[in-house]
């Protein structure tokens, strides 16, 4: 189970950060997502982010929904706050805390199924509302924990594990982010630690809302036609007592070096080839427009851009928006919060 808690002990040798804190002070507790998934690399890059930039654990609030990816929280500072919401419903949640306590630094981890269908109305608001938060999503096209249905971010033509091809076009969570205004888009894969790390740290240190799309292999749903320990084979050749599946362990995929002009291509599971693109030198990530046709052009020629798409400092964030006070809502002592029923009758008489 996920509160199984790792080892305190770390070598006396350790690196510190600013705070005198080692990577195992940022760690949760023991991941049982599968063996080789590429959450687990993320998580990496999330602890190694927040280290780097001496974040105190205490000040961190850690959100999620429902899903294989909803569970990545429990693997990382464990002496944060935490909430894993219902499905769906993370981006609401993580609005009402930001309203609640602005000193905490945010940070919300969803997958493509809860945040681009049951979640989608509550991604957009976040979005529109410039909630000061990072939220990332881990996209590998599925639903891991039911059986690896497609989500809304499959591609057309993408095969399932049973070999059914979606025919439904995919929502692309970074140009929605882009359509709705957000003021800080990125996107990037989840075994290149190199590109991801500066990354959650640029996020996490935007003043609004920060969305970074993170591809993410799944190991368990990307074992197609071919495998004789796949779900579909076992079904054909074995009489089935129990209903009973088969994960096997496989190695993570990391990323290769980069060929000239940012292209790298990594070989999946399936033995299928990604292509992904870092933005060219001289891009200008502040142009919403030119960002929203490179993607384009880009997707068109079967390439997922990565890297930092899009930043716009300076947009009101959602306490400015609100004109609430500098001080955290959360502090405030009773009195403040309850100032009686004349206060409140006078408030409701503005309303008649």
Known sequence: MSYIKKPVASHPSAQKNALGLTLRDYEGSMSTLCAGCGHDSITASIVRSFWELGTEPHTIAKMSGIGCSSKTPAYFVSGAHGFNSAHGRMAAIASGAAAANRELRLIGVSGDGDS???????????????VNMLYIIENNGVYGLTKGQFSASADVGTKSKKGEANVMAPIDPVQLALTLGATFVGRSFSGDKAELVPLIKAGLAHEGFAIIDVISPCVTFNDHEGSTKSYMYTRKHLEALTPIDF???????????????GLMEVTMHDGSTVRFRSVHEGYDPTNRISAMSYLYERQQKGEVP???????????????????????????????????????????????
Do not use: W
């Open 116 to 130: 681009l269908s049951i979640g989608l109305g509550h991604l957009c608001h976040a979005i529109r509302r410039n």
């Open 247 to 261: 994960v096997p362990e496989a190695s993570e995929i990391t990323a290769p070096e980069r060929a000239s002009g």
């Open 306 to 352: 990565t890297g930092l798409l899009y930043v716009e400092t300076g947009r009101p964030q959602m306490h400015t928006i609100m004109n609430s006070i500098d001080k955290a809502l959360a502090t405030l002592p009773f009195e403040a919060l309850n100032p009686g029923s004349a206060a409140l009758e006078k408030l409701q008489r503005a309303y008649r």
